[in-house]
Nanobody, 123 residues
Framework: VQLVESGGGLVQAGGSLRLSCAASGRTFSSYAMGWFRQAPGKEREFVGVVTWSGGRTYYAHSVKGRFTISRDNAKNTVYLQMNSLKPEDTAVYYC?????????????????WGQGTQVTVSS
């Protein structure tokens, strides 16, 4: 599975962005899809995940209520809608695919990663 993120950019605080992650391969629908982010000098951290069917989503506390993950299995694409953005949301955002189950906040659970897309939120 190859993953390619898009949609990053520069936005003012309070604004919105929608990231997309396009996946290759016919087995996309069998993977849980997660989003992570990494700010300069910090560890890569979990943002959220959507299960393979799209029936369940889980979010980090820091983004809950502001970010929404969805997926379209017919288009092999997962989305991250980010609203009410804050300067502390500035990071490179990565999507990742997991064929397993368990604690989706753990990076090691994911089999494939995209290259990342930069999101910068100005104050």
């Amino acid at each position: 599975v190859q993953l390619v993120e898009s949609g990053g950019g520069l936005v003012q605080a309070g604004g919105s962005l929608r990231l997309s992650c396009a996946a290759s391969g016919r087995t996309f629908s069998s993977y849980a899809m997660g989003w992570f982010r990494q700010a300069p000098g910090k560890e890569r951290e979990f943002v959220g995940v959507v299960t393979w069917s799209g029936g369940r989503t889980y979010y980090a506390h820091s983004v809950k209520g502001r970010f929404t993950i969805s997926r379209d299995n017919a288009k092999n694409t997962v989305y991250l809608q980010m609203n009410s953005l804050k300067p502390e949301d500035t990071a490179v955002y990565y999507c990742a695919a997991s064929s397993g189950g368990g604690d989706y906040s753990i990076k090691g659970l994911y089999d494939y990663w995209g290259q990342g897309t930069q999101v910068t939120v100005s104050s």
